[in-house]
């Protein structure tokens, strides 16, 4: 059997359980939301990763967990210096082009942001970037070799349009908080293919774009 099979059905199931938790979460009694709240979101990111990453089906490269490099004396996780600074300044970039087209299109108001209390914001963006970096993983393996940046937009792809299909369904909610973040988060992913600079992101974004800051 191939190496990513098992790692797309570990994929897929994890991308279900995603979609499932908003509806399971609106179901459950009061006594079980708080559990539920707090595992559900490791089902749909972490925890898939970690296994699809240990059993082997999928590499720390194809991840983003570490650089070209690997981990080369004078690197931080495969990346040299130089990287990490060009890496950090797309993310301003994109993050900022990304703030001001939401903001110039009415759908986000900048706003002091309560960071204390934005703490589910991040941890839901970094379990989400988890699933996308899986889905990422596994196009990169079978599709495009060794090249993030289609497979980065192809997974967002899937991803958004899983969403959008499904919504009526579930009633999920979409907003900027979401789509802003992992929007952000794909166009730095397909540059570097650099998932904790991504994950970060990913988060800081989510946060800036949370609910009580639109409009």
């Known amino acids: 059997m191939s190496r990513w099979i098992p790692a797309l059905l570990l994929g897929l199931l994890a991308w279900m359980a ?19 709240e ?18 082997g089906w999928i590499s720390l490269r194809e991840v983003g967990l570490v650089g070209p490099l690997r981990l080369a004396p004078g690197t931080l996780f ?12 797309l993310a301003g970039l ?6 001001f087209a939401l903001w110039s299109a009415g759908l986000w108001k900048p706003r002091p942001v309560q960071w204390s209390g934005r703490l589910e914001e991040a941890f839901i963006a970094l379990t989400r970037e988890a699933l996308l970096a899986l889905g990422r993983a596994i196009l990169i393996a079978t599709l495009f070799p060794q090249n993030p940046l289609p497979a980065a937009w192809a997974a967002f792809g899937i991803w958004w349009g899983a969403w959008r299909g499904l919504e009526r369904y579930l009633r999920m909610e979409q907003g900027p908080e979401i789509w802003g973040s992992a929007l952000t988060a794909t166009a730095l992913f397909g ?11 990913h988060a800081l974004m989510a946060g800036l774009l949370s609910r009580s800051n639109r409009q």
């Open 78 to 89: 495969g990346w040299p210096p130089a990287d990490w600074i060009r890496g950090l300044g």
């Open 18 to 36: 995603e979609l499932a938790l908003p509806a399971l979460q609106r179901r459950v009694p009061r006594w079980g939301r708080l559990p539920l």
């Open 94 to 99: 994109y993050g900022g082009l990304t703030l």
């Open 191 to 201: 540059l570097t293919g650099h998932l904790w600079l991504s994950a970060a992101t």
């Open 38 to 55: 707090i595992g559900g979101p490791v089902l749909a990111g972490p925890l898939p990763l970690g296994l699809a990453l240990w059993a």
